[in-house]
Every structure is written in structure tokens, then in C-alpha cells.
């Protein structure tokens, strides 16, 4: 891809609606640079930078790290870029942080992942534990044989705190009230593009194929050798 390429794009998604694998699979295909904000705090904070000091505080409270603090640090993470395609994950998360992104870069395309409440709500809630071993169930994919009790002792399973049902409906509820006004604004600015559906495997297509209107997919030429 030439140096003069041009594309930016951030991709949204609730907790559990798949954004990681769908976020994996792009970075797979296309030559996109991915920047997780998430990932970057966390760097920050294992490299005792004065951010990740900052950061660590509101992050161990459970609570979003200020505008000026992650806007600052995502820019710059950006500024220090060669390439001038990258997939933005976990920022903006509120307009103000939207509204600064925007007066640096212009973004492209938002990839949203719209995945029922319903949905995620039994995905999140699907791991089950068993407290003695930690032997741990997905009601989903490897499920007890008898539902709530552990195989191999007979002993009852519980949820961890975070996988419990009014916690994870807690999750959704406060993403929704933080991201719909991001969603909104670039609905406004007419980039917004929603995929919908139950499976992760299902959405993918869909993404991949609007991603093929924009971009190389250079994933066979790099099980050929030519990157
Ligand atoms: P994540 O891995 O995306 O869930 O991020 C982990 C934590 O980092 C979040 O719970 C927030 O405290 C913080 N964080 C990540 N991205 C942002 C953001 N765009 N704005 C504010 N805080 C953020």
C-alpha cells in the first residue's frame, strides 16, 4: 500500500458483541494499523509513565480516564505513525473525544457492531465456576452436564461477580448512555456503518466486504510470501 493511502476508521461495539475477533480478522486482512486504547493505558501503566499514573487511578475504580488525558495520548500515538491507516478501538468513547479526534483526522468509515442486548446478555453470562477447582463451563460451549452443578464433584457452580446478570446489564446500559451520542455524531457526519446480527461469524462477511470497497485485502498475498 503506498505511503499516500489514506484510511481511518474506528470500530465500535459493546462489551461481548465480538468487536476483538471482528477487530482481529480486520487487522488480518487489511493492512491496518490497530490502536486499542485499552491496550495503550495498559502499556502506559505497566511502563509507570506519568499517564499510565493517571490512568491507573480511574481505570481501578472502574471509571472512564478524562477526555484531555486519553485524547492526548491516542494523538499522539497517532502523530508518532508513519502509516496513515489505522483502526481506532475503544476511542472516541464520548463526543467531546469525537469532536477532538475529528479537528486532527478525518475519519472514514465507523465500523459499528449492532448485536441484540439479548444476545450479548447470554453470551456474557454464559461462564459458569466451579469455586473449589476454578473449573470453569460456558453454558454456550462446554456446558456441565447438569446445569449449575460441577461434573466432577456434584458440587454447585457460581458466577463471578462481573458475569452476573445485573452486572452485565449494568455494562450494556452504561455503554449505550456513553456511545449512542458518539453513534449519533457520526450518523451526522454520515460515516457510520452498522452491522447487524447474532453471530460474530455471520457479521463478518458483511464487514469484510465493505472493507473490500476501500481497501486491498492483502491477507492472500501474505500466506504467499509477498509482504
Ligand atoms: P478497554 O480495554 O477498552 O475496556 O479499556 C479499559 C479501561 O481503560 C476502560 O474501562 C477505561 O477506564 C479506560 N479507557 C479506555 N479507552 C478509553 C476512552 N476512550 N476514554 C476513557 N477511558 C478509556
Not at 490512568?55 to 472502574?62: C, H, M
Not at 495520548?73 to 476511542?91: A, P, T, V
Not at 460515516?191 to 485485502?217: M, R, Y
Not at 492472500?220 to 510470501?225: C, L, M, S, Y
Request: glycine fraction near 8%; proline fraction near 6%; charged fraction near 25%.
Amino acid at each position: 500500500m503506498g505511503a499516500r493511502m489514506l484510511f481511518r476508521a474506528v470500530i465500535m461495539g459493546p462489551p461481548g458483541s465480538g468487536k476483538g475477533t471482528i477487530s482481529n480478522r480486520i487487522i488480518k486482512h487489511f493492512a491496518l494499523k490497530h490502536l486499542s486504547s485499552g491496550d495503550l493505558l495498559r502499556l502506559n501503566i505497566q511502563g509507570e509513565t506519568e499517564i499510565g499514573g493517571v490512568a491507573k487511578s480511574y481505570i481501578d475504580q472502574g471509571q472512564l480516564v478524562p477526555d484531555d488525558v486519553i485524547t492526548q495520548l491516542i494523538l499522539q500515538e497517532i502523530g508518532g505513525m508513519r502509516q496513515n491507516y489505522w483502526l481506532l478501538d475503544g476511542f472516541p468513547r464520548t463526543v467531546p473525544q469525537a469532536e477532538a479526534l475529528d479537528k486532527a483526522h478525518k475519519i472514514d468509515s465507523v465500523i459499528d457492531l449492532n448485536v441484540p442486548f439479548q444476545t450479548i446478555r447470554e453470551r456474557l453470562t454464559a461462564r459458569w465456576i466451579h469455586p473449589g477447582s476454578g473449573r470453569v463451563y460456558n453454558t454456550e460451549f462446554n456446558p456441565p452436564k447438569v446445569l449449575g452443578i460441577d461434573d466432577v464433584t456434584g458440587e454447585p457452580l457460581s458466577q463471578r461477580e462481573d458475569d452476573k446478570p445485573e452486572t452485565v446489564i449494568k455494562r450494556l446500559k452504561a455503554y449505550e448512555a456513553l456511545t449512542k451520542p458518539v453513534l449519533e455524531y457520526y450518523q451526522n457526519k454520515g460515516v457510520l456503518k452498522t452491522f447487524s446480527g447474532t453471530e460474530t461469524n455471520q457479521i463478518w462477511p458483511h464487514v469484510h466486504a465493505f472493507l473490500c470497497t476501500k481497501l486491498p485485502d492483502v491477507s492472500q498475498e501474505e500466506t504467499a510470501g509477498l509482504r
